[in-house]
């Protein structure tokens, strides 16, 4: 019996896991106890900043059931049999107890669809099953895919790749896979797929015979189809048992299987077939890509976004649209001065933003999420509203703070820049305290949290000379401890004696006022 020795659990789910984000996994959720799991949640959040003058809360609800987009799973082999496991990490023991999962309903449907034709690929092939001891999914509301499968052992890239593109194909049948966003169309006339091809090429017998065994609700074309899938794939030594499936899946992934994938302006690009990587230790082996691209939609513009493999995204991405489209409100009428964003990653805020700033400049160390992020400022047509660059937050302070240059930041000018509003978006371990005061200097702080304890005591720094204006919470991780937390706050003006002024942030105006005003309630959303 051997599990593999990367075992998926709760606390490594942070990089995009199946679990809770490091609360306990998730392997099974009643959807009635959505709303009171929520309501605890809520009470608690109230609890923690019951201390502080805090506006009135904002609830953004996640849907019930299947609303994560990535999941990872530990392959278990147990003699010729192969299937997903996780391990419960909730109830204290060591070594956490496995779960077998079949199923997981909180994964997208496109995850849950692709789970058991995967298994049977892999039982069926050895090239594919053998010593694979790790999958990860990444999908997109869009209906596009990415599978990772991580091996014990070296890949043979002609085998593998040859094993690979057949599951692509059987993958593809999934029902919720499209490969096209709800916008997008075939950019050129659809042309005979391979799949067709295949198709007409099979031998009439084994056809037949995959027809005659069809359930009724198969009709005998489709059953045709995938039979001779299987005849073509066998005269290459490789026997794949046929699987009847719905005419209509047949025709909808023939469709998006034979469009060339092109880029159309405010369309996705097209995804032919899911992608999938191969990985062993110092290997990968790409088929096509190593990315995917989603459709948000952000208030009343829908934005694409290219999601890379390994790197970060929101899993949740229906409370992703949601959580964009508060901070787009928020920041509403800032048109007159710049924005600062400290690691951006893939543009997530940086994109649905920048419109509401005059200029915005994002700091981002990871070279694939600068690439990506890029690409999906150019597909906005805000390339040359945003300047972004590949270094830390404290280079970029302390370069800020001299005026001084560095080769990263050419072509950004101090003299004509006026950063007033500054978007961070840390990890769960919060802000560190010289993050917390560069934070400090800026009139106006969106801050998006993972972790309530953290934004907590940063906001125990902050509210010292800030108000918190707007408070929200987003349900991010359904059926756990964990809730997403976004506030806005606003630099009170310094309160000046008669006859002088008082400088507010890093600007030079001057401003006399009495009192400070108090923040606006913002009302509740459910």
């Known amino acids: 019996m051997d599990g593999g020795s990367a075992k998926v659990t709760a606390e490594e789910s942070t990089s995009g896991g199946a679990g809770d984000e490091g609360g306990g996994a998730v392997f099974d959720v009643d959807i009635i106890q959505y709303e009171p799991q929520l309501t605890a949640k809520v009470a608690k959040l109230r609890e923690l900043f019951k201390d502080m003058a805090m506006p009135a809360l904002e609830i953004h609800t996640s849907e019930p059931i299947h609303y994560r987009m990535r999941a990872e799973f530990t392959i278990w082999h147990e003699g010729e049999d192969l299937y997903f496991v996780m391990f419960d990490t909730t109830k204290g023991i060591r070594p956490a107890p496995r779960v077998r999962v079949d199923t997981f309903p909180v994964a997208s449907k496109l995850i849950n669809e692709l789970m058991p034709i995967l298994l049977d690929e892999a039982r069926a092939d050895k090239i594919l099953g053998h010593k694979l001891f790790q999958v990860n999914f990444h999908t997109t509301l869009s209906g596009q895919a990415m599978l990772s499968m991580l091996y014990h052992k070296k890949l043979d890239p002609l085998t593998w790749n040859q094993a690979a593109q057949r599951l692509r194909k059987a993958l593809a049948l999934a029902p919720s896979f499209t490969g096209l966003g709800p916008d997008s169309q075939p950019a050129v ?153 400290l690691y951006c990653g893939n543009g997530n805020f940086t994109v649905p933003l920048a419109g509401n700033f005059r200029r915005v400049v994002a700091t981002e160390i990871s070279k694939s999420s600068v690439d990506a992020a890029r690409f999906n400022l150019t597909a906005a047509g805000l390339q040359d509203r945003v300047f972004l660059a590949r270094m830390s937050s ?133």
């Open 189 to 341: 006339e659809v042309q005979q797929s391979e799949l067709e091809a295949e198709q007409s090429a099979a031998a009439a017998a084994p056809a037949s015979a995959a027809a005659a065994a069809a359930p009724d609700d198969v009709v005998p074309e489709a059953a045709e189809a995938v039979a001779s899938v299987a005849v073509a794939e066998g005269a290459a030594g490789q026997q794949q048992p046929a699987r009847p499936v719905n005419a209509k899946v047949v025709a909808a992934a023939t469709a998006a299987a034979s469009a060339t994938a092109v880029f159309l302006s405010g369309k996705l690009p097209l995804q032919e077939l899911p992608h999938i990587i191969g990985r062993s230790r110092k290997q990968k082996i790409t088929l096509d890509q190593e990315c995917v691209h989603e459709s948000l939609q952000v208030n009343d513009v829908r934005y694409i976004q290219k999601q890379v493999e390994g790197a970060f995204s929101q899993p949740n991405g229906g409370v992703c649209e949601k959580m964009l489209s508060w901070a787009q409100e928020v920041t509403r009428g800032s048109q007159a001065h710049d924005m600062l964003e």
């Open 394 to 526: 404290e280079d970029f302070a302390e370069v800020w703070r001299t005026k001084g240059t560095k080769r990263r930041l050419e072509g950004l000018s101090w003299d004509t820049l006026d950063l007033r509003t500054v978007l961070v978006d840390p990890p769960r371990a919060g802000l560190d305290d010289f993050t917390v005061q560069l934070v400090a200097g800026f009139d106006r702080v969106v801050y998006i949290s993972c972790n309530p304890e953290t934004l907590h005591a940063n906001l125990e720094v902050l509210t010292r000379t800030h108000d918190v204006t707007r408070f929200a919470g987003f349900d991010q991780f359904p059926y756990t401890r964990h809730f997403e937390c976004g506030v806005y706050l606003v630099k009170r003006p310094v309160v000046a004696a008669a006859g002088e002024v008082a400088a507010v942030g890093e600007v030079a105006e001057v401003v006399v006022v009495e009192a400070a005003e108090e923040p606006v309630a913002a009302p509740v959303v459910v």
